[in-house]
């Protein structure tokens, strides 16, 4: 049915969750570094939201699909339900592939880079 959300959508999810393990695997293994922990902090926690977003919608589409099926007199509800998972699922989710690239790519303290200095 049109709408069911689409399998792609499906797997933008599962991938955003790999990223996830991945890069709470990365700071388990550089749990000792708290200048690169601190470092990413920010779009560690944005990634989280984001993924965790991303599940919350998936499980309201599916309960959403369940209760039309079921024949619910609360249609419009539902079909509104399924078209804001999709836009989330379609605008928001695809962000963690950038929170996902600036944590991978952290490797330095931004704050010990020769643009600041102790002279001011």
């Not at 984001?50 to 309201?60: E, F, N, S, Y």
């Not at 991978?104 to 303290?109: E, F, K, P, V």
Request: charged content about 15%; proline content about 2%.
């Amino acid at each position: 049915a049109s709408a069911d959300i689409p399998a792609n959508l499906v797997v933008l999810f599962c991938d955003s969750v790999e990223a996830l393990k991945d890069t709470v695997n990365s700071i388990l293994a550089n749990a000792d570094n708290k200048v690169l922990l601190g470092t990413i902090a920010f779009n560690y926690l944005m990634l989280s939201a984001t993924v965790v977003g991303g599940w919350q919608m998936l499980r309201a589409a599916t309960i959403a699909q369940q209760k039309l099926q079921q024949g619910s007199d609360r249609t419009s509800f539902y079909r509104a339900k399924l078209d804001s998972s999709r836009v989330y699922l379609n605008q928001i989710l695809p962000r963690y592939l950038g929170l996902a690239c600036a944590i991978r790519n952290c490797s330095i303290d931004p704050l010990s880079t020769s643009a600041i200095t102790d002279d001011n």
